[in-house]
């Protein structure tokens, strides 16, 4: 009566099998690492051979050293070998493999080989950091502005319309200035078809006739949608130079970044490279020094001019129409000009901006083009004894050079002090522009003890709820509640295989899901216990009792797992971040609890009283 057939039993033991494999790698912890990748290119074994040795010269002991997923991988014992390796590797290897601190898996290798990988931690429990990043969308629509301006100023010149003036003002509108109403009524005409985006209107401003245009409600929409779209696409970027293993970078309300960085030990640099506003402006040089020198004394600057400053502050003229922009760039690199032997950066076009700077530069061979370097920087100030934000845009005039040659979708650029500046304008290029500045709002960082302390404390949490409810079995329904501490184990073990094998991010929501999980499937081993001793009240014989609470629970169980599921994927489906991952944890851990609770039980209580034909007594 009470008895599985053989392949039920055979099923059990398989499952029982792979979870125990499954979560043993989570048992052997991690290694402190190196990750060195090849840019544009497979990693090949000669480059971490290279590596290795370089080390080896420099008396730092290696653990281990392989490829891994189309990556270098080196792990030391000790942090402190890990951090004195960086600058030897990257010094050995050289600009075009990046480097990033990490910590990679100490499990066997023929575990990692069958595919058996520890779980990946979160934040607040590996230890990591964790930025709020806002975004300037004053900013970001001002920029969107002066790229159309440009576009407004060809316009109007392919249309043979005479214009002033053109220029964002306010920063939130275009303001178009014509020497007649005529010309502004034309210029209206030509133009309105060509900007959907944009709600044009006219005015007279101190007798002159004026043409503005501003976002229409819907553009101005679009346009920040966009900024924010494109800032995670280029932090994105970034982070995957930084190396850093399953970053949580997504959106926050309209305008806010969240990023996460776990298990990154290199704070600084991270906090550098991810707020970093960097971009390129490339433009022709408008007049000669001395006219340079006369604008900023007289402060009277051509109308299709702009006023910059070298960086020992010198004077320089550009046009005020932009050849390329940072955001046409592909790939970046740093290295040396061959003829001076100073740092330079060498750049790649994509298609459209090798087709403007080769257009460009072929018919101004012998004039000068002037590279912008443009940042936006933060300065928090003390005012009144209150913090205050004082937001600054530097532009500087990195290089001015005559151009030789037509330039296409390869060129160098010169005039950094340093490599160091060298490489981490090459990186910022080969991430992307932001579209729109950003500041940190708020940083946060945990170290690897407090992460440490946040899993000792979930660990300890789950074994004092296993505890607890293990005891309260045994008293309550003895043999019974064996089988019910015996399912508990089997449910958490079959929850961490699920993670691992998924490579999910187990965070201390997640802990608290797991221990969610244990008063959960306990309860369905409560409904079958409490079932089965009614039916003995009501005069059944021990096996026929059995066999009625087993089947008239089921439906109870089922019901109220089935809601608790469907609660766990509304805060899947609508939550982020930490309610996400405790969302994964409770459906896996209600999935095991079916199996555990109706299954592995009844296997259990099968081999206990199953074989015995007389049984007059069940310990329940």
Same mark, same amino acid.
């Given at each position: 009566?009470?008895?599985?057939?053989?392949?039920?039993?055979?099923?059990?033991?398989?499952? =029982? =099998?792979?979870?125990?494999?499954?979560?043993?790698?989570?048992?052997?912890?991690?290694?402190?690492?190196?990750?060195?990748?090849?840019?544009?290119?497979?990693?090949?074994?000669?480059?971490?051979?290279?590596?290795?040795?370089?080390?080896? %010269?420099?008396?730092?002991?290696?653990?281990?050293?392989?490829?891994?997923?189309?990556?270098?991988?080196?792990?030391?014992?000790?942090?402190?070998?890990? @951090?004195?390796?960086?600058?030897?590797?990257?010094?050995?290897?050289?600009?075009?493999?990046?480097?990033?601190?990490?910590?990679?898996?100490?499990?066997?290798?023929?575990? +990692?080989?069958?595919?058996?990988?520890?779980?990946?931690?979160?934040?607040?429990? !590996?230890?990591?950091?964790?930025?709020?990043?806002?975004?300037?969308?004053?900013?970001?629509?001002?920029?969107?502005?002066?790229?159309?301006?440009?576009?407004?100023?060809?316009?109007?010149?392919? %249309?043979?319309?005479?214009?002033?003036?053109?220029?964002?003002?306010?920063?939130?509108?275009?303001?178009? !200035?014509?020497?007649?109403?005529?010309? &502004?009524? *034309?210029?209206?005409?030509?133009?309105?078809?060509?900007?959907?985006?944009?709600?044009?209107?006219?005015?007279?401003?101190?007798?002159?006739?004026?043409?503005?245009?501003?976002?229409?409600?819907?553009?101005?929409?679009?346009?920040?949608?966009?900024?924010?779209?494109? #800032?995670?696409?280029?932090? !994105?970027?970034?982070?995957?130079?930084?190396?850093?293993?399953?970053?949580?970078?997504?959106? +926050?309300?309209?305008?806010?970044?969240?990023?996460?960085? /776990?298990?990154?030990?290199?704070?600084? &640099?991270?906090?550098?490279?991810?707020? %970093?506003?960097?971009?390129?402006?490339?433009?022709?040089?408008?007049?000669?020094?001395?006219?340079?020198?006369?604008?900023?004394?007289?402060? &009277?600057?051509?109308?299709?001019?702009?006023?910059?400053?070298?960086?020992?502050?010198?004077?320089?003229?550009?046009?005020?129409?932009?050849?390329?922009?940072?955001?046409?760039?592909?790939?970046?690199?740093?290295?040396?000009?061959?003829?001076?032997?100073?740092?330079?950066?060498?750049?790649?076009?994509?298609?459209?901006?090798?087709?403007?700077?080769?257009?460009?530069?072929?018919?101004?061979?012998?004039?000068?083009?002037?590279?912008?370097?443009?940042?936006? !920087?933060?300065?928090?100030?003390?005012?009144?004894?209150?913090?205050?934000?004082?937001?600054?845009?530097?532009?500087?005039?990195?290089?001015?050079?005559?151009?030789?040659?037509?330039?296409?979708?390869?060129?160098?650029?010169?005039?950094?002090?340093?490599?160091?500046?060298?490489?981490?304008?090459?990186?910022?290029? &080969?991430?992307?522009?932001?579209?729109?500045?950003?500041?940190?709002?708020?940083?946060?960082?945990?170290?690897?003890?407090?992460?440490?302390?946040?899993?000792?404390?979930?660990? #300890?949490?789950?074994?004092?709820?296993?505890?607890?409810?293990?005891?309260?079995?045994?008293?309550?329904?003895?043999?019974?509640?064996?089988?019910?501490?015996?399912?508990?184990?089997?449910?958490?073990?079959?929850?961490?295989?699920? @993670?691992?094998?998924? +490579?999910?991010?187990?965070?201390? /929501?997640?802990?608290?899901?797991?221990?969610?999980?244990?008063?959960?499937?306990?309860?369905?081993?409560?409904?079958?216990?409490?079932?089965?001793?009614?039916?003995?009240?009501?005069?059944?014989?021990?096996?026929?009792?059995?066999?009625?609470?087993?089947?008239?629970?089921?439906?109870?169980?089922?019901?109220?797992?089935?809601?608790?599921?469907?609660?766990?994927?509304?805060?899947?489906?609508?939550?982020?971040?930490?309610?996400?991952?405790?969302?994964?944890?409770?459906?896996?851990?209600?999935?095991?609890?079916?199996?555990? *609770?109706?299954?592995?039980?009844?296997?259990?209580?099968?081999?206990?009283?199953?074989?015995?034909?007389?049984?007059?007594?069940?310990?329940?």
């Amino acid at each position: 009566m009470n008895r599985y057939p053989w392949w039920k039993n055979l099923l059990i033991i398989l499952v =029982l =099998l792979l979870g125990i494999f499954f979560a043993l790698p989570n048992i052997y912890g991690e290694n402190p690492a190196l990750q060195i990748s090849k840019r544009n290119a497979v990693m090949d074994q000669a480059a971490v051979d290279k590596a290795v040795a370089a080390l080896k %010269a420099a008396n730092i002991p290696v653990k281990s050293a392989r490829l891994e997923d189309k990556d270098g991988l080196i792990q030391f014992t000790s942090t402190d070998a890990q @951090l004195k390796a960086v600058n030897v590797v990257r010094e050995a290897l050289g600009e075009n493999y990046p480097v990033a601190l990490n910590l990679a898996p100490a499990a066997p290798r023929w575990m +990692q080989n069958l595919g058996a990988k520890p779980m990946y931690l979160g934040l607040d429990l !590996r230890g990591g950091v964790h930025f709020l990043m806002q975004i300037d969308m004053q900013a970001a629509i001002k920029t969107a502005l002066e790229r159309r301006v440009d576009g407004m100023r060809g316009d109007l010149r392919q %249309a043979n319309i005479r214009y002033v003036a053109a220029d964002v003002e306010n920063g939130d509108e275009i303001a178009l !200035r014509f020497p007649d109403a005529a010309a &502004r009524d *034309a210029a209206l005409k030509s133009m309105a078809g060509n900007y959907p985006e944009l709600k044009f209107s006219t005015d007279e401003r101190n007798g002159q006739p004026f043409l503005t245009a501003k976002f229409t409600d819907v553009g101005a929409t679009a346009e920040r949608k966009a900024a924010v779209d494109q #800032n995670i696409t280029t932090l !994105r970027n970034r982070v995957n130079e930084l190396g850093v293993a399953e970053p949580l970078i997504q959106q +926050q309300g309209d305008d806010r970044i969240v990023v996460e960085l /776990p298990g990154i030990q290199d704070t600084v &640099r991270a906090k550098e490279i991810i707020g %970093a506003t960097a971009t390129l402006e490339f433009r022709l040089v408008s007049g000669t020094p001395t006219d340079w020198v006369d604008a900023e004394q007289s402060g &009277r600057v051509p109308p299709d001019a702009r006023l910059y400053h070298e960086k020992d502050g010198r004077p320089v003229l550009l046009k005020r129409q932009v050849i390329v922009t940072g955001d046409r760039i592909t790939g970046a690199s740093s290295g040396f000009d061959q003829r001076s032997g100073s740092p330079a950066v060498f750049v790649n076009l994509d298609g459209q901006g090798a087709r403007r700077m080769a257009d460009i530069t072929g018919q101004n061979i012998g004039k000068q083009m002037g590279v912008v370097f443009i940042e936006h !920087r933060t300065e928090t100030k003390i005012v009144d004894g209150k913090p205050v934000k004082d937001k600054k845009v530097i532009q500087q005039v990195i290089n001015v050079a005559t151009i030789q040659d037509q330039l296409a979708n390869r060129f160098q650029i010169t005039g950094l002090d340093s490599p160091e500046e060298a490489r981490d304008l090459a990186l910022l290029l &080969r991430a992307g522009a932001l579209r729109a500045p950003m500041d940190i709002v708020e940083e946060r960082t945990v170290g690897p003890s407090l992460g440490a302390q946040n899993i000792q404390s979930g660990v #300890n949490a789950s074994i004092l709820g296993f505890a607890l409810v293990a005891v309260f079995m045994l008293i309550y329904y003895r043999v019974f509640g064996v089988t019910a501490i015996v399912a508990l184990g089997v449910n958490l073990i079959l929850i961490v295989a699920v @993670l691992s094998m998924l +490579q999910a991010t187990l965070t201390l /929501p997640g802990i608290a899901g797991m221990v969610l999980t244990l008063g959960i499937a306990v309860d369905a081993n409560v409904l079958i216990n409490e079932r089965i001793r009614e039916e003995l009240r009501n005069g059944l014989t021990p096996h026929a009792a059995i066999k009625a609470g087993y089947e008239r629970a089921f439906a109870t169980i089922i019901d109220s797992h089935v809601t608790t599921l469907l609660a766990a994927i509304v805060l899947f489906a609508l939550g982020a971040g930490a309610v996400k991952g405790f969302a994964v944890t409770l459906t896996i851990g209600i999935l095991a609890s079916l199996f555990t *609770a109706i299954m592995v039980t009844r296997a259990l209580v099968n081999l206990i009283y199953g074989r015995r034909v007389r049984l007059n007594k069940i310990s329940i």
